[in-house]
């Protein structure tokens, strides 16, 4: 493990900066963290991906030669094994149905019809499908890429030690 010393105000501000970065081009949801995956928390994949990627490299003056997208992302496209097909027509016929009925009822009871129209969205499902079947993709988190604007080239976050300078803000 590489031991890297930093001043605390300046792992700060590179934090800060990677996050406004991540919202401006893409979202940060409430319970998104620095270990949230890129992929799989964000929903972050395939050419989007890439192109944050490369905005953040261009951004943080970051070299990103050797990296290897597919061994942290989906390619664009997605594989549908043919046995969750039922699955998924059910999930979409639920959310059909909820919002056919969020429809009727959100005119007349805002409360009520935004709790159904919030029953499923895409977030609860694509966390259903990744406890089923975990990705076998290594995860690019927040913290990976707040370590690799640090030095300047990709770095996953666990090969790093951050010793903070004492006596330095």
């Known amino acids: 493990m590489e031991a890297v010393e930093i001043r605390y105000s300046y792992l700060r501000e590179v934090s800060e900066s990677v996050v406004n970065f991540i919202k401006t081009e893409y979202w940060w949801e409430d319970d998104t963290n620095f ?31 050797g990296f290897d997208f597919s061994k942290y992302f989906s390619p664009e496209g997605v594989y549908v094994n043919p046995l969750l097909i039922p699955i998924i027509a059910l999930l979409i016929t639920l959310f059909l149905v909820k919002t056919f009925i969020a429809g009727i009822v959100y005119p007349f009871d805002s409360e009520q019809g935004k709790k159904i129209f919030n029953f499923i969205n895409s977030d609860q499902i694509n966390k ?17 890429l707040i370590t690799t604007a640090i030095k300047g080239k990709f770095i996953k976050r666990e090969t790093v030690k951050f010793v903070i300078k004492k006596g330095v803000a």
């Open 35 to 65: 270990k949230s995956s890129i992929e799989n928390d964000l929903g972050i994949t395939g050419d989007d991906a890439v192109e944050l990627l490369e905005k953040f490299a261009q951004k943080f003056k970051v070299d990103l030669d």
């Open 128 to 144: 259903f499908f990744n406890k089923i079947w975990p990705s076998k993709l290594e995860k690019l988190t927040v913290e990976d």
